[in-house]
């Protein structure tokens, strides 16, 4: 048993059984045990690998498409750069070198990263080598001005809850005890008014999965864009409207039983755009895009095709595998997706559809 799954159960004999969302804030944050607050689990050492650290193309285009949403914007200075759970900083990093040749970017903006882990914090500092960033703990705490913001998968590492269709009620899953082992378990059937909305295109036995933390920070985005500009990119997997058990971990890139070792592996669950674009509100929302789609409209094959030009051999094998990795249709090209939150009345991003 890790030292996180003891606390937990003596906390579930003591109190009953908690909610999913309760389980994985523990298991991701815990200050100790957690599992972003007490590692660095990216990259082909660590538990996953995620598009910035598979190749510098995906931060240097997203870094392009927010700058040109700036220049469309006219331009305003100073405005808040903002990334919701960098990482390692690497997408950051290719962001800001990227735009260097954008005239006045780099003078206007405040770079601000919105991170809660003290490990990763460091890792961020380490890669973008400047003294001008700031962190902080909550997208509230970030400065009011015109805000151009980037999210790769962050949404999904929110805690989500679950809930399962009962006659017009619904039943939440919850983490109880088995002995003295964590297991899944099904609370009472009670009412729950605000998944009115999901009687309709649920039936008998289906899930529903609600992210009360991600809708809160996708309501704060879409106020300030609309209230003072700017544009989001959210990039993620997950879908428009979410239907059934999403909620997954995963550990030396394979997936493992999300109540075997708490703390000790990466819990996700897929995103629900359409909450998160219904949240934003008054901000305006694009089409949901396929990733690989967008990455090929905003040009990621002539940036490709320029980058292979001074490889060979294995480093130019490597390089043309990432490229198929971020695009490719059997890859992370159609299972993730982007979507935009922009002002009321703005033209969607480069790479995007109204
Ligand atoms: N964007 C990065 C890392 C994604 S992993 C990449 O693409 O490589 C999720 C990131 O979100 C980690 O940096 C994690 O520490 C951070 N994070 C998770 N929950 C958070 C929260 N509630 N507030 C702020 N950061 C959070």
């Known amino acids: 048993m890790t030292p996180l799954a003891a606390q937990l159960a003596t906390q579930i004999a003591a109190t009953g059984p908690m909610s999913l969302g309760d389980y994985m804030a523990a ?4 200050p ?14 660590g538990d996953f690998v995620t598009a910035p650290e598979i190749s510098q193309m995906f931060g240097e285009l997203v870094g392009l498409c927010l700058a040109q949403c700036w220049l469309d914007q006219g331009a305003p200075a100073p405005f808040v750069l903002a990334e919701l759970g960098p990482g390692r900083g690497t997408l950051m990093a290719d962001l800001l070198r990227a735009t260097r040749a954008v005239p006045g970017f780099h003078d206007a903006l405040r770079l ?13 500092a380490a890669t973008l080598g400047r003294g ?3 962190w902080c703990d909550r997208v509230e705490d970030l400065p009011d001005m015109p805000l151009y913001l980037v999210a790769n998968e962050f949404f999904d590492a929110l805690p989500i809850r679950q809930f399962q269709r009962s006659g017009t009620g ?9 002995g003295d082992g964590l297991s899944l378990g099904i609370g009472p059937e009670a009412p729950r008014p ?8 649920t039936s008998e036995g289906d899930i529903v999965e609600t992210c009360a933390p991600g809708t809160v920070i996708a309501a704060e985005i ?17 879908d428009w409207h979410a239907l059934g058990d999403t909620f997954q971990a995963v550990a030396g890139h394979a997936h493992t039983d999300p109540l075997a070792a708490p703390g000790m592996a990466d819990l996700t669950a897929h995103v629900d755009f359409e909450a998160l674009a219904l949240a934003a509100t008054p901000a305006a929302y694009s089409r949901l895009c396929p990733q690989g789609t967008f990455l090929a409209r905003l040009g990621i094959g002539a940036r490709a095709e320029a980058l292979a030009q001074g490889l060979s051999g294995g480093a130019l094998d ?10 490719g249709a059997d890859e992370m090209g159609t299972l993730f997706k982007v979507l935009s939150l922009m002002p009321p009345g703005a033209a969607p991003p480069p790479g995007l559809d109204p």
């Open 27 to 30: 298991c991701l944050m815990h």
């Open 32 to 45: 100790e045990h957690g599992y972003y607050a007490s590692r660095d689990p990216f990259g082909a050492g």
């Open 112 to 124: 601000h990263l919105v991170e809660t882990s003290p490990v990763l914090r460091t890792a961020q």
């Open 132 to 134: 001008d960033v700031a």
């Open 170 to 178: 619904w039943r939440e899953r919850v983490v109880g005890l088995e």
């Open 194 to 201: 605000e998944l009115d909305h999901r009687l309709g295109d």
């Open 222 to 238: 879409g106020t300030r864009i609309a209230d003072r500009g700017g544009a989001a990119l959210i990039v993620d997997y997950g």
């Open 318 to 327: 490597s390089h043309m595998a990432a490229f198929r990795r971020l695009t």
